[in-house]
């Protein structure tokens, strides 16, 4: 006897198919833990696996978020070459000048392992100190990092700014 296949059966088989394309990839583990607080409003938290981003007079926009393994690799390497958990808690502003526009504290917190480090900075800040540097440095890495992920790129721009 022949089977014949129906029409809908097809159909129903290329949804069920489609579907299991789409399913949502778990996260990497999250083997460092960061809160990354820059610019105004903007917020890397993998403590909790959000991030939240500034869109300045429309407030904030908050989404899942997290770092694929390479990606902590790369800023574990960073953190561990300017020895970043051996930083200061505090990095005082450079009185000799002044900014029109406060973003206020920049914050970051980084834990590994049995390792825990927060620095905390405002501007402007002396960029002859070679601490500064790596800090800037680390700072320019993990926002490098954001923005080149899907997630970030598919939320909505920022309208206005701060002066």
Known sequence: MKSV????????????FNSCQESIVA????????????????VLNTFDNIYQKDLVLDGTITV???LTSEEQNRILQKAAEINFFS???????DSTQHISD???????RM????EDNTVVWRYPLDYNNPQVQNL???NDLIVSIIEAKP???????GRGGYW
């Not at 996260?27 to 903007?42: A, E, L, R, S």
């Open 87 to 93: 930083m200061p808690d505090l990095f005082e502003t």
């Open 64 to 66: 899942n978020f997290w």
């Open 151 to 157: 997630e970030y790129r598919k939320l909505p721009q």
């Open 136 to 138: 800037i440095a680390l």
């Open 111 to 114: 834990q590994f392992n049995d």
């Open 5 to 16: 296949i129906s029409f809908p059966f097809i159909i129903l088989l290329g949804i069920i």
């Open 102 to 108: 406060d973003p206020g504290p920049q914050k970051l």
């Open 27 to 42: 996260p990497d583990k999250q083997v460092v833990q960061i809160y990354f607080k820059y610019g105004y409003k903007n």
